[in-house]
């Protein structure tokens, strides 16, 4: 746990919105935002990080709004991860497994499932929004 805390820095330096830093998209589920993990003081903290990382022109946060009844992440989370070298993969992670999509047709059936969440999503501008409601909730 100690090692894991360690490192935040050093992960919180790549993501710093710099020109070099790597681009991120992220589409959280409405409930997550919601959810005071930690407490109130926590969570609070969580969001308003939230809403600094989403001003960085490398970082794309988007909310899906519980109302999307049919939407595309109803089988679960998953990751994709653009490697320097070009190729992407999968990561799919339920509860105590984890593995990793090397296979170009899963890579694509989940980089499709992607698209297709980020469309149902909130925007950017108007997910922010959602956060900064919520921060003014807690």
Wanted: charged share 30%; aromatic share 4%.
């Amino acid at each position: 746990m100690e090692r894991q805390v360690a490192a935040r820095p050093a992960r919180q330096e790549i993501v710093d919105g710099s020109r070099t830093a790597p681009v991120f998209s992220f589409v959280q589920d409405e409930a997550t935002p919601r959810r005071p993990i930690g407490g109130k003081m926590v969570m609070r903290r969580q969001l308003e990080r939230l809403l600094e990382a989403g001003q960085f022109r490398n970082i794309d946060i988007r909310v899906l709004p519980l109302d999307r009844e049919d939407n595309a992440a109803l089988a679960g989370s998953f990751r994709l991860l653009r490697l320097k070298e070009g190729k992407t993969v999968g990561l799919d992670e339920v509860q105590l497994i984890s593995r990793v999509l090397a296979d170009p047709k899963d890579v694509q059936v989940l980089e499709m499932r992607h698209g297709i969440i980020r469309a149902q999503a909130l925007t950017p501008r108007g997910s922010l929004a959602f956060i900064e409601k919520v921060l003014g909730e807690t």
